[in-house]
């Protein structure tokens, strides 16, 4: 004797087939479906715009304030130059430090130079070529000290040029002779003053202040008995917080910019909070409207979840078919809100670079950042939200009585 089978022993629909009457269900309505689409579309992409405004806001602070330094650096300074001298000792010991790479040696003194007749004041800096290769020195022409063979080189910024009239074309001042005067402290119990006269090799762009850079042998061979400040190369930003621990040890004050960038995350992750909660406002709303969409068309085919069971389908298979819709209308919102929220974002970053352009800004910009993590990260997390939307509507359909249902008017 055949034993009947039960509706748990019927087979499962295919995910294919309930995707495609999903995917049919929703296009019969299309009115109501492209309302719920649109409304989780403003919803993600309000959250998407507001969170890649943040990052990208991150991003353009960061670059400005700590621009290209390295932040695997670490600058070195005596806490009181009258007890702890930046001289050969101590940095013959911070070399030994074992994540220490590389150091570059720094003299400054306030001086001033004169070039074409004009004389101003300037901060005169001593480099060596651990230091240039520390450094990111912005070359706007010529070359740098480490590259040039020329005998009494001297590389000015942009800021000292402009302080004289000549900032329009730096190119016209390569080659020329500038002299610079130097006021240095007492060696020996005498006071010098260092007066020579250089070839200008190159210009870069290095702020609002204006600065020369000699080579740190002019200041070494007078006889200056300490550094200035020193610039120290590590591994990795991993191993910043050792190195630097080591070199404290040995009583110098120590900076990185590693500091600067954790100051400016810190702020900024606070900002994105905040944004993320206006965001959410419209989220909220786009949500309301999906579980709306998706209780009402529970509800309008009741008749027709009861005929499908009666004709062979699992009850399972129809809290798939609603979490197959879950997930159209949360991949499709998403998308189309994350392509208007990137959409809006370039047309919004042209505007403000040519406002910029106008009052003279010539460096490009971008206010908006698009990692793929944020994009993928804020796909998943429609996706989550539209899992656990469905899960009240999906538990119903998969209760209804085929028999009740057919019942029905």
Same mark, same amino acid.
């Given at each position: 004797?055949?034993?009947?089978?039960?509706?748990?022993?019927?087979?499962?629909?295919q995910?294919?087939?309930?995707?495609?009457?999903?995917?049919?269900?929703l296009?019969?309505?299309?009115?109501?479906?492209?309302?719920?689409?649109?409304?989780?579309?403003?919803?993600?992409?309000?959250?998407?715009?507001?969170?890649?405004?943040?990052?990208?806001?991150?991003?353009?602070?960061?670059?400005?304030?700590?621009?290209?330094?390295?932040?695997?650096?670490?600058?070195?300074?005596?806490?009181?130059?009258?007890?702890?001298?930046?001289?050969?000792?101590?940095? +013959?010991r911070?070399?030994? =430090?074992?994540? &220490?790479?590389?150091?570059? $040696?720094?003299?400054?003194?306030?001086? /001033?130079?004169? #070039?074409?007749?004009?004389?101003?004041?300037?901060?005169?800096?001593?480099?060596?070529?651990?230091?240039?290769?520390?450094?990111?020195?912005?070359?706007?022409?010529?070359?740098?000290?480490?590259?040039t063979?020329?005998?009494?080189?001297?590389?000015?910024?942009?800021?000292?040029?402009?302080?004289?009239?000549?900032?329009?074309?730096?190119?016209?001042?390569?080659?020329?002779?500038?002299?610079?005067?130097?006021?240095?402290?007492?060696?020996?119990?005498?006071?010098?003053?260092?007066?020579?006269s250089?070839q200008?090799?190159?210009?870069?762009?290095?702020?609002?202040?204006?600065?020369?850079?000699?080579p740190?042998?002019?200041?070494?061979?007078?006889?200056?008995?300490?550094?200035? +400040?020193?610039?120290?190369g =590590?591994?990795? &930003?991993?191993?910043?917080? $050792?190195?630097?621990?080591?070199?404290? /040890?040995?009583? #110098?004050?120590?900076?990185?910019?590693?500091?600067?960038?954790?100051?400016?995350?810190?702020?900024?992750?606070?900002?994105?909070?905040?944004?993320?909660?206006?965001?959410g406002?419209?989220?909220?709303?786009?949500?309301?409207?999906?579980?709306?969409?998706?209780?009402?068309?529970?509800?309008?085919?009741?008749?027709?979840?009861?005929?499908?069971?009666?004709?062979?389908?699992?009850?399972?298979?129809?809290?798939?078919?609603?979490?197959?819709?879950?997930?159209f209308?949360?991949?499709?919102?998403?998308?189309l809100?994350?392509?208007?929220?990137?959409?809006?974002?370039?047309?919004?970053?042209?505007?403000?670079?040519?406002?910029?352009?106008?009052?003279?800004v010539?460096?490009?910009? +971008?206010?908006?950042?698009?990692?793929?993590q944020l994009?993928?990260?804020?796909?998943?997390?429609?996706?989550?939200?539209g899992?656990?939307?469905?899960?009240?509507p999906?538990?119903?359909?998969?209760?209804?009585?085929?028999i009740?249902?057919?019942?029905?008017?």
């Amino acid at each position: 004797m055949m034993k009947r089978r039960t509706i748990k022993d019927r087979p499962t629909v295919q995910p294919r087939v309930l995707a495609m009457i999903a995917y049919r269900n929703l296009l019969q309505k299309r009115l109501r479906t492209l309302l719920t689409v649109s409304g989780i579309a403003i919803g993600i992409g309000s959250v998407y715009f507001l969170l890649s405004f943040g990052i990208g806001l991150q991003r353009l602070v960061a670059n400005q304030v700590i621009g290209n330094q390295s932040i695997r650096t670490i600058d070195v300074k005596p806490t009181n130059s009258s007890i702890i001298k930046l001289d050969d000792i101590a940095v +013959q010991r911070i070399s030994e =430090v074992p994540d &220490v790479k590389e150091i570059g $040696k720094i003299y400054y003194f306030p001086g /001033s130079f004169k #070039l074409n007749n004009s004389e101003t004041d300037s901060i005169v800096y001593g480099i060596d070529k651990g230091y240039e290769q520390l450094t990111y020195l912005n070359l706007i022409k010529g070359e740098l000290l480490k590259d040039t063979a020329v005998k009494n080189p001297i590389v000015m910024n942009k800021a000292a040029l402009e302080a004289i009239g000549l900032g329009k074309d730096p190119s016209i001042v390569i080659g020329k002779s500038i002299d610079i005067t130097v006021p240095l402290p007492k060696i020996q119990s005498q006071s010098k003053v260092y007066q020579r006269s250089m070839q200008i090799v190159g210009v870069i762009d290095s702020g609002s202040g204006a600065e020369i850079f000699i080579p740190s042998t002019e200041f070494r061979q007078l006889g200056v008995p300490a550094l200035t +400040q020193l610039k120290v190369g =590590v591994d990795s &930003v991993e191993t910043v917080s $050792k190195a630097r621990a080591q070199i404290e /040890s040995i009583g #110098l004050e120590t900076s990185s910019p590693v500091d600067t960038l954790n100051e400016i995350n810190k702020v900024f992750n606070y900002l994105n909070l905040i944004l993320i909660g206006f965001g959410g406002i419209g989220m909220l709303i786009a949500i309301l409207g999906m579980f709306n969409t998706l209780t009402i068309s529970l509800l309008e085919r009741t008749k027709e979840i009861g005929l499908m069971v009666a004709l062979g389908a699992r009850s399972v298979d129809m809290k798939r078919l609603f979490i197959f819709e879950a997930l159209f209308l949360s991949l499709v919102g998403a998308t189309l809100g994350i392509v208007g929220a990137v959409g809006l974002g370039w047309l919004i970053n042209i505007v403000m670079n040519m406002l910029a352009a106008g009052r003279g800004v010539k460096d490009g910009f +971008q206010l908006f950042a698009h990692p793929y993590q944020l994009v993928f990260g804020v796909i998943g997390f429609m996706v989550i939200v539209g899992l656990l939307v469905v899960v009240l509507p999906a538990r119903r359909a998969q209760k209804i009585s085929p028999i009740d249902a057919l019942r029905r008017e």
